[in-house]
């Protein structure tokens, strides 16, 4: 109904930079907010950070000061912008979107497939 596609991961040095994207498509009628996930080996999937439909943010306070997520509605699109990052922020990253789909007409959560970043020397 609706798919998810992330891009962006990779490996990089402490203190390094990665940006994520994420492209929603399908059957959309609406998407309300769309955030990232991540999940480090052996732990359980916590919010990264998330932006409402009209642009309101949400972060972890691990991530706060070092992450920015932004969307472009018009291509139901959504990034991460992870700066300054840490050893401890390596993690599979998921991309998820609270959407109204025209298959089922009903709000649901959605999820993408999942990117791997990784930080290291």
């Known amino acids: 109904q609706v798919q998810l596609v992330e891009s962006g991961g990779g490996l990089v040095q402490p203190g390094g930079s990665l940006r994520l994207s994420c492209a929603a498509s399908?059957?959309?009628?609406?998407?309300?907010?769309m955030g990232w996930y991540r999940q480090a080996p052996g732990k359980q999937r916590e919010l990264a950070a998330s932006?409402?439909?009209?642009?309101?943010?949400n972060y972890a306070d691990s991530v706060k000061g070092r992450f920015t997520i932004s969307r472009d509605n018009a291509k139901n699109t959504v990034y991460l912008q992870m700066n300054s990052l840490k050893p401890e922020d390596t993690a599979v990253y998921y991309c998820?979107?609270?959407?109204?789909?025209?298959?089922?007409?009903?709000?649901?959560?959605?999820w993408g497939q999942g990117t791997q970043v990784t930080v290291s020397s």
């Open positions: 998820n979107c609270n959407a109204k789909s025209t298959i089922s007409w009903s709000t649901r959560d959605y």
């Open positions: 399908g059957s959309i009628f609406s998407i309300n907010s």
């Open positions: 932006i409402s439909s009209s642009g309101s943010t």
